[in-house]
């Protein structure tokens, strides 16, 4: 058993004990503010980087579109987007974007209602709600069904 000095009253402390006996200062406690600081901001920035430029092509633009297309139409996704497994939880989504609210939005991802569709995606369209935002979408190669930001898609 090594001996150490204590960080407040400089007594020597075995290095196993939790307090000084002299003092009773708290040894050897980790601070974790810093590294969930940076965590953070990491999972912040990462939102943020999901959905920075979902919301920015105009509102004309979004209700312009057909509501329904068929399933031989090809669309990319011109940015990353959350992709949720209900029509309810894809329109929250958009809700939280068009709100800004980064934590309702994380909410989504973290209880597994939604995943991120990656920027470039190729998809098919399935259902078209421009008035709600979102749109029914299956990737190529996957029976997997998702609602989407409906302002990501582009026609290929």
Known sequence: MALKKCKECGHEVSSTANVCPNCGARQGQKKYGLGALIILIIVVGFIWALVSNSLNSPTNERTKRSTSTSNSDWYVLNNNSPGCYTK?????????????????????????????????????????????????????????????????????
């Open 88 to 156: 309810e939880d894809g329109k929250i989504a958009v809700d939280d974007l068009r709100q800004n609210d980064m934590h309702a939005l994380m909410r989504l991802l973290l209880k597994g209602a939604c995943i991120n569709v990656p920027k470039g995606t190729k998809v098919s369209v399935l259902e078209r709600h421009p008035m709600d935002g979102v749109a029914k979408i299956r990737e190529a190669g996957s029976n997997t069904v998702l609602w989407v930001v409906d302002a990501v898609l582009l026609k290929q």
